[in-house]
Protein backbone atom coordinates (compact mmCIF):
# COMPACT_ATOMS: atom_id res chain seq x y z
CA UNK A 1 0.00 0.00 0.00
CA UNK A 2 2.69 2.24 1.09
CA UNK A 3 4.21 1.91 -2.79
CA UNK A 4 1.02 2.67 -4.37
CA UNK A 5 0.60 5.99 -2.28
CA UNK A 6 4.34 6.46 -2.94
CA UNK A 7 3.77 6.29 -7.03
CA UNK A 8 0.85 8.58 -6.90
CA UNK A 9 2.34 10.66 -5.25
CA UNK A 10 5.27 11.01 -7.47
CA UNK A 11 2.91 11.06 -10.50
CA UNK A 12 1.00 14.05 -9.23
CA UNK A 13 4.23 15.78 -8.68
CA UNK A 14 5.28 15.13 -11.73
CA UNK A 15 1.95 16.33 -12.91
CA UNK A 16 2.77 19.87 -11.00
CA UNK A 17 6.11 19.95 -12.58
CA UNK A 18 4.93 19.70 -16.48
CA UNK A 19 2.02 21.87 -15.98
CA UNK A 20 3.96 24.44 -14.44
CA UNK A 21 6.77 24.12 -17.84
CA UNK A 22 3.93 23.95 -20.30
CA UNK A 23 3.00 27.52 -20.21
CA UNK A 24 7.04 28.66 -20.94
CA UNK A 25 6.74 26.56 -24.22
CA UNK A 26 4.48 29.34 -25.84
CA UNK A 27 5.31 32.49 -27.97
CA UNK A 28 4.77 34.75 -25.40
CA UNK A 29 7.81 37.58 -25.19
CA UNK A 30 10.94 36.78 -22.91
CA UNK A 31 10.23 38.28 -19.50
CA UNK A 32 6.88 39.29 -17.47
CA UNK A 33 3.25 38.51 -19.11
CA UNK A 34 2.66 41.48 -21.12
CA UNK A 35 0.37 44.23 -19.68
CA UNK A 36 -3.04 45.07 -20.43
CA UNK A 37 -3.33 47.06 -23.54
CA UNK A 38 -5.60 48.64 -26.17
CA UNK A 39 -5.38 49.11 -30.02
CA UNK A 40 -3.50 52.48 -31.31
CA UNK A 41 -6.90 53.07 -33.03
CA UNK A 42 -9.18 53.38 -29.81
CA UNK A 43 -9.18 55.67 -27.25
CA UNK A 44 -9.77 55.06 -23.62
CA UNK A 45 -13.47 56.69 -22.55
CA UNK A 46 -11.51 58.59 -19.76
CA UNK A 47 -8.75 59.39 -22.26
CA UNK A 48 -11.79 60.97 -24.68
CA UNK A 49 -13.65 62.69 -21.72
CA UNK A 50 -10.49 64.23 -20.00
CA UNK A 51 -8.67 65.10 -23.69
CA UNK A 52 -6.06 63.72 -22.30
CA UNK A 53 -3.20 63.02 -24.78
CA UNK A 54 -1.89 59.90 -26.30
CA UNK A 55 0.97 58.53 -28.30
CA UNK A 56 0.32 57.58 -31.53
CA UNK A 57 2.51 55.22 -34.17
CA UNK A 58 3.55 55.31 -37.70
CA UNK A 59 4.96 52.13 -39.32
CA UNK A 60 7.12 51.24 -41.92
CA UNK A 61 8.07 48.31 -43.63
CA UNK A 62 12.06 48.20 -44.04
CA UNK A 63 12.18 44.86 -45.70
CA UNK A 64 10.36 41.40 -45.68
CA UNK A 65 12.82 38.72 -46.87
CA UNK A 66 12.83 34.65 -47.03
CA UNK A 67 15.69 32.50 -45.83
CA UNK A 68 16.25 28.74 -45.79
CA UNK A 69 17.37 26.49 -42.62
CA UNK A 70 19.63 23.97 -43.10
CA UNK A 71 16.94 21.39 -42.66
CA UNK A 72 14.69 22.47 -45.64
CA UNK A 73 12.34 24.49 -43.35
CA UNK A 74 11.59 28.69 -44.18
CA UNK A 75 11.38 31.57 -42.29
CA UNK A 76 10.98 35.13 -43.28
CA UNK A 77 13.01 37.86 -41.32
CA UNK A 78 11.35 40.99 -41.15
CA UNK A 79 12.56 44.65 -40.16
CA UNK A 80 10.29 47.67 -39.70
CA UNK A 81 10.91 51.13 -37.85
CA UNK A 82 8.03 52.34 -35.46
CA UNK A 83 7.90 56.23 -34.86
CA UNK A 84 5.47 57.45 -31.84
CA UNK A 85 4.46 60.75 -33.66
CA UNK A 86 2.70 62.24 -30.99
CA UNK A 87 4.13 64.64 -28.19
CA UNK A 88 3.55 62.24 -25.31
CA UNK A 89 5.40 58.90 -24.30
CA UNK A 90 4.08 55.53 -24.59
CA UNK A 91 3.82 53.12 -22.04
CA UNK A 92 3.84 49.17 -22.15
CA UNK A 93 4.00 49.67 -25.83
CA UNK A 94 3.41 46.30 -27.58
CA UNK A 95 4.12 45.86 -31.40
CA UNK A 96 2.79 42.73 -33.13
CA UNK A 97 4.53 41.69 -36.52
CA UNK A 98 2.25 39.32 -38.52
CA UNK A 99 3.25 37.47 -41.76
CA UNK A 100 -0.13 37.44 -43.74
CA UNK A 101 -1.04 34.76 -46.77
CA UNK A 102 -0.87 37.28 -49.92
CA UNK A 103 -3.76 35.02 -51.35
CA UNK A 104 -5.55 33.56 -48.60
CA UNK A 105 -5.40 36.58 -46.07
CA UNK A 106 -4.12 33.99 -43.65
CA UNK A 107 -1.92 35.11 -40.52
CA UNK A 108 0.91 32.56 -40.87
CA UNK A 109 3.35 33.69 -38.20
CA UNK A 110 3.37 36.29 -35.46
CA UNK A 111 6.04 37.99 -34.01
CA UNK A 112 6.06 40.11 -30.80
CA UNK A 113 7.94 43.24 -29.46
CA UNK A 114 7.58 45.10 -25.83
CA UNK A 115 9.03 48.37 -24.98
CA UNK A 116 8.41 49.76 -21.23
CA UNK A 117 8.88 53.00 -22.56
CA UNK A 118 8.14 54.38 -26.20
CA UNK A 119 9.54 58.08 -26.07
CA UNK A 120 7.65 61.22 -27.79
CA UNK A 121 9.40 61.49 -30.88
CA UNK A 122 11.59 58.15 -30.99
CA UNK A 123 11.71 56.21 -33.87
CA UNK A 124 12.73 52.44 -33.24
CA UNK A 125 13.70 49.42 -35.26
CA UNK A 126 12.79 45.67 -35.22
CA UNK A 127 13.81 42.15 -36.47
CA UNK A 128 11.58 39.62 -36.22
CA UNK A 129 12.30 36.18 -37.72
CA UNK A 130 8.79 34.56 -38.97
CA UNK A 131 8.14 31.30 -39.86
CA UNK A 132 6.62 30.31 -43.30
CA UNK A 133 6.26 28.09 -46.30
CA UNK A 134 9.10 28.41 -48.75
CA UNK A 135 6.48 28.14 -51.64
CA UNK A 136 3.57 30.66 -50.88
CA UNK A 137 3.69 34.82 -51.14
CA UNK A 138 3.62 37.01 -47.91
CA UNK A 139 3.48 40.65 -46.40
CA UNK A 140 3.95 42.06 -43.25
CA UNK A 141 1.56 43.77 -41.16
CA UNK A 142 2.14 45.95 -37.92
CA UNK A 143 0.00 46.62 -35.13
CA UNK A 144 1.13 48.80 -31.91
CA UNK A 145 -0.54 48.49 -28.61
CA UNK A 146 -0.04 50.85 -25.65
CA UNK A 147 -0.80 50.71 -21.84
CA UNK A 148 -3.28 53.42 -20.99
CA UNK A 149 -2.60 53.69 -17.64
Known amino acids: MRRVMRKIGMASLLLVFCLAIIPGCT ?40 HYRADGSCYWVATATI ?43 FT ?3 NGEGDRSYRLELETLYDIS
Open 128 to 130: REL
Open 27 to 66: TQPDGASAPLVIPVETQSPAAELSGAPHPSFDHSVVSLQK
Open 83 to 125: TNTADVAGNGVVIRFKLVDDESGGIRSTGTEFVSRFGAGDTKR
